[in-house]
């Protein structure tokens, strides 16, 4: 079983809907939580960060960590073409400097 | 703030040649730096753990010899490929930890080498 569980998609939403992208996790002990967005042929930018569980937003993004259920998401709000582009989970533990990613899962918003 | 660049963007080398690659951070000073390596459509593996002025800590599996890092300065981490074959053909990609902020890593944009 993998540590980070992600569906790779591909996703395919119309311009303007609501983005829900998920990841499971097996391992009680990450505590970071992390969010890359990485376009075709470029290196993953960080996008979100969360330390253990909760909500964090900026902008048209929110991430949400549930620990209890191991289970992360992303959600994109008034999605539009330009964040077509494949995203990846990523966490770590508290020690230790290993991020353990998921698949990634590839999004395409139509105009 | 936080960036990372990496030279070359792209490299076509023949078999049997060895290939370096540049990681540096471009405004921040990163104690440690990391390479991974991404096949199509598929995520990261990381490769190496590359901590200044020490050796590299390798993962399982990745062979020390054919992938040389060397980490020698607070901004700059190369990877040389050595005797490059077809299938070391790959996205490089190399990130850097800040080292106020342990937590995260800033990717640079990658490097993709391909073997004749």
């Known amino acids: 079983q993998k540590e980070v569980e992600q569906d790779p998609g591909p996703l395919s939403v119309p311009e303007g809907a609501i983005v829900s992208l998920n990841c499971t996790y097996s391992?009680?002990?990450?505590?970071?939580f992390m969010w890359y967005r990485q376009y075709s042929r470029k290196g993953p930018e960080l996008l979100m960060y969360?330390?253990?569980?909760g909500n964090k937003e900026d902008g048209r993004f929110t991430a949400q960590v549930d620990k209890s259920s191991k289970y992360i998401s992303l959600f994109i709000r008034d999605s539009q073409p330009s964040d077509s582009a494949t995203y990846l989970c990523?966490?770590?533990?508290?020690?230790?400097?290993?991020?353990?990613f998921g698949e990634g899962t590839q999004l395409t918003v139509n105009p | 703030g936080a960036v990372v660049s990496q030279h070359p963007s792209r490299v076509i080398c023949k078999s049997g040649t060895s290939v370096k690659i540049e990681c540096r951070s471009l405004?921040?000073?990163?104690?440690?730096m990391f390479w991974y390596r991404q096949f199509p459509k598929q995520s990261l593996m990381l490769m190496a753990t590359?901590?200044?002025?020490?050796?590299?800590?390798?993962e399982q599996g990745v062979e020390k010899d054919k992938f040389l890092i060397n980490h020698a300065s607070l901004t700059l981490s190369t990877l040389t490929v050595t005797s490059a074959h077809p299938e070391d053909s790959s996205f490089y990609i190399c990130?850097?930890?800040?080292?106020?902020?342990?937590?995260?890593?800033?990717f640079g944009p990658g490097t993709r080498l391909t073997v004749l």
């Open positions: 990523a966490n770590k533990e508290t020690s230790g400097s290993r991020l353990t």
């Open positions: 969360t330390y253990s569980s």
């Open positions: 391992n009680s002990a990450f505590q970071y």
């Open positions: 405004d921040f000073q990163a104690t440690t």
């Open positions: 990130s850097a930890r800040v080292a106020s902020r342990t937590d995260t890593q800033y």
């Open positions: 590359s901590n200044e002025g020490s050796k590299a800590t390798y």
